[in-house]
């Protein structure tokens, strides 16, 4: 199942390339875990959510407050339902223009062709200072 799952969550990177958000939300049970590691009150996407609208809310307020300069999965494993995700982005904050450059690991959970869960691992730190005032 894993090479399954590996080649859904690259079509999800594809359709986030596309700016197709419809795909991505498609591709999750309806109580989808969707979890930034980081704490809300250091950037406003941060933390956990639950459910598609929150994920449709999630990609909204991604758009409103981000432009993203370079996002490129490099790396790709998966290990019974879960795919790992590894990569590099720099996203350019619209209120200040700073920026944040920083690797990441994306973990997917997936059970019958469906995203169940999404966890992000990155340098929360350079988000927090990109997005201050």
């Known amino acids: 199942m894993s090479s399954a799952n590996i080649t859904l969550v690259q079509s999800l990177y594809a359709a986030f390339g596309r700016g197709d958000v419809a795909t991505i939300v498609a591709a999750m049970t ?12 250091d950037h406003p996407l941060f933390g956990a959510r639950k459910g598609v609208a929150k994920v449709e809310e999630f990609f909204k ?4 407050l981000q432009e ?16 790992f995700a590894l990569g590099h ?3 350019k904050i619209r209120k200040n223009g700073r920026q944040a450059d920083s690797d990441w690991c994306h973990v997917f959970t997936v059970k019958g062709g469906k995203v169940t869960k999404f966890q992000e691992f990155t ?3 350079q988000f927090a200072a990109a997005i201050k005032s």
């Open 30 to 41: 309806p109580d989808v875990d969707w979890i930034l590691t980081g704490r809300r009150e």
């Open 61 to 64: 307020t991604l758009a409103e």
């Open 68 to 83: 993203s300069i370079a996002f490129t999965p490099k790396e790709f494993y998966g290990s019974d339902d879960r795919v």
């Open 89 to 91: 982005y720099i996203w």
């Open 123 to 125: 340098d929360t730190a």
